[in-house]
């Protein structure tokens, strides 16, 4: 069977398997549209958490960032592992206490405002909207290698995926259907890993192959990356940061405040039976995340040693790597290029005109590379890779058999479409529940909330697939600017809610706005107003990342501190919260009291 048919098979076979369960499991009311009817297993529970976690970003896109940034990646496996403990311990538990399965429904209540619940709502929006451009990103990147359209076209038939089975299945179809995407995408990652991990080094955990020595040599798989890397002017592998140290730090801590600010994971745990349920589901969660999670780095730095060697002969043979024959001849290189190629994620230019490819890094400050590209009649790098499309090429690059490539197909696309359908779970909760009922039609009927739900869904697929024509960076960043939003808005208002029990409503709503602002003015002054190219205003803010060399992506953990410091600041002036809700604070996190909401939704 020849490779095309084997990826329809597989993810043909894959995708009739979510679409039947959602049918199966689909919700009957709006218990089971929003919380699955809070019956699902913590097991379950876990692994569609770890499915509607492990995104696009996770599973085709950050290995392919770690593979570009080296050891500056990392920020990206300690930000999200660290912000889902961070939300397993503090947050989830006493959200779940306190019986309110949206996050604008807890702030309305806490803060005894409509106008918060609102605030928070347009929070949501911003950041869940934010979140799913970077999905159909990754979905147009899958769906154009493996129906070989371009990744505009990749891009609608995901949002028609997307539509039948979130729309149809609401949180119940699509718990039900997570837990198989699970299963697809966490095998679609760790079966290549293992198969290339064992290539390499001989060693079939790729976590203990990435440190490891290589087949028949002495040296080490990281040792020679970085010989290779450095000796094309790329910089070195094991040390890069990403930016600044400050940088560094601001990002991953964004990231991690942003994880537990992020409503679609949050909304996970009120699936489950009982508070305690909730917390077992947090643990199952983390065991499952950490299977992809630690997983990530031997992929990123193997699938970047193949490609290497792929266009370079002489990283694998030994010898003169600007020598004129270990360039490959573009008429002889291999058909997983011109497959990718075909995406307009993969780009081949032959600048020096001798039917050769060169890989490296022209732009590099390296002396000692420059002279060797010079010598050589190199006039500039020949290969221009997405970063996105690293893990779904891996197997291919390494030559790995079809139905290893099918799997890898399918699962990139488990990743993608799970993550979207539970950022339009949240985006469906935000409109249908929070504002129509809560707010704006309190006497809305059970049916109508539904059809507002699912209407406000298909409207959100709509936006997000046309920003995600035009995203504002790879997948993981867009990503990022999210989880940055998240951060700045939503994370220290629920923080403040649950142990405060003194911040007013004045002081909350504050915040919200002041770190949503502060956080917006700064990434859209980077990427354009709502992202659209040609309305980025840097000059008004001195330049690129002119704030401490702090970049778009790593800001909300600043915003976050605005929000902090002008709801402390407000709350000083104003009035205390009524003695009642101090009191319903108190009593969230007493445990004692947590079988009084065991089963409410």
């Known amino acids: 069977m020849d490779l095309q048919t084997t990826i329809y098979l597989m993810v043909g076979l894959s995708f009739s398997l979510y679409i039947g369960i959602a049918v199966w499991a689909r919700a009957g009311s709006t218990s089971e549209f929003y919380s699955a009817g809070g019956s699902v297993h913590p097991v379950l529970n876990g692994m569609a958490t770890g499915a509607d976690w492990m995104s696009a970003a996770s599973f085709i896109s950050m290995a392919g960032l770690i593979a570009n940034m080296g050891y500056g990646g990392a920020l990206f496996l300690m930000g999200w592992t660290g912000g889902y403990v961070l939300l397993a311990m503090l947050l989830a538990p006493y959200l779940r206490k306190f019986g309110k399965f949206t996050v604008p429904q807890f702030i309305g209540d806490r803060f005894y405002s409509k106008g918060a619940s609102l605030i928070a709502v347009v929070c949501l929006l911003t950041a869940s909207l934010t979140y799913i451009i970077g999905q159909m990103t990754g979905v147009g990147v899958a769906f154009s290698r493996f129906l070989g359209v371009s990744s505009d076209v990749g891009i609608y038939v995901g949002m028609g995926i997307v539509f039948l089975y979130a729309v149809f299945g609401g949180m119940k179809g699509i718990t039900y259907t997570q837990v198989a995407q699970y299963i697809v995408l ?50 070195k592998y094991t040390t890069t940061t990403a930016g600044s140290t400050l940088n560094m730090f601001v990002y991953t801590m964004s990231l991690m405040i942003g994880t ?42 193997m699938a970047k040693l193949n490609l290497h060697s792929t266009v370079n002969t002489a990283v ?19 058909d997983w290029m011109k497959r990718w190629e075909k995406t307009g994620l993969l780009k081949f230019t032959d600048k020096n005109a001798d039917g050769r490819i060169q890989y490296y890094n022209d732009k590099t400050k390296n002396e000692a590379a420059i002279a060797k590209a010079t010598a050589a009649g190199w006039k500039g790098n020949e290969l ?161 990342n002119s704030f401490f060399g702090i970049t778009p992506e790593a800001f909300g953990a600043i915003g976050a501190l605005v929000n902090f410091a002008v709801a402390f600041a407000v709350d000083k002036v104003t009035p205390e919260p009524p003695e009642h809700i101090q009191h319903m604070v108190e009593s969230v996190r007493i445990p004692r009291g947590s079988k009084l909401v065991d089963g409410a939704h």
């Open 316 to 334: 694998a043979k030994g010898g003169d790597l600007y020598a004129p024959e270990a360039s490959i001849q573009a008429e002889t290189r291999p």
């Open 186 to 235: 966490i095998l679609a990652y760790t079966i290549p890993a293992i198969f290339i991990s064992l290539q390499l080094t001989g060693n079939f955990l790729p976590q203990l192959g990435l440190g490891s020595t290589m087949t028949g040599t002495d040296m080490s798989l990281l040792a020679k990356l970085d010989g290779v890397v450095t000796d094309l002017g790329f910089g």
């Open 260 to 301: 537990a600010g992020l409503p679609h994971v949050i909304m996970r745990f009120f699936t489950v039976p009982t508070v305690k349920d909730a917390r077992s589901s947090a643990g199952w969660a983390l065991v499952f995340i950490a299977i992809l999670y630690t997983t990530a780095p031997a992929v990123a730095a």
């Open 384 to 544: 221009d890779v997405n970063a996105d499309i690293i893990v779904l090429a891996n197997p291919e690059i390494a030559l790995l058999p079809n139905w290893v490539i099918g799997l890898v197909a399918a699962g990139g696309l488990a990743a993608a479409l799970s993550t979207a359908a539970g950022l339009l779970m949240a985006i469906s909760a935000a409109v249908s529940h929070d504002l129509i009922k809560n707010i704006f039609m309190p006497d809305i009927s059970e049916k109508g909330e539904l059809l507002a739900g699912k209407v406000a869904m298909a409207a959100a697929i709509v936006v997000a697939g046309y920003l995600g024509l035009n995203p504002p960076g790879f997948a993981a960043g867009t990503v990022a600017l999210a989880f940055g939003i998240a951060a700045s808005s939503l994370f220290p208002a629920i923080m403040m809610g649950i142990f405060s029990k003194k911040m007013n409503k004045e002081g909350a709503m504050a915040g919200m706005l002041a770190g949503l602002f502060i956080t917006l003015f700064y990434v859209f002054a980077h990427k354009g107003i709502f992202f659209i190219k040609g309305t980025e205003y840097l000059g008004l803010i001195g330049g690129p």
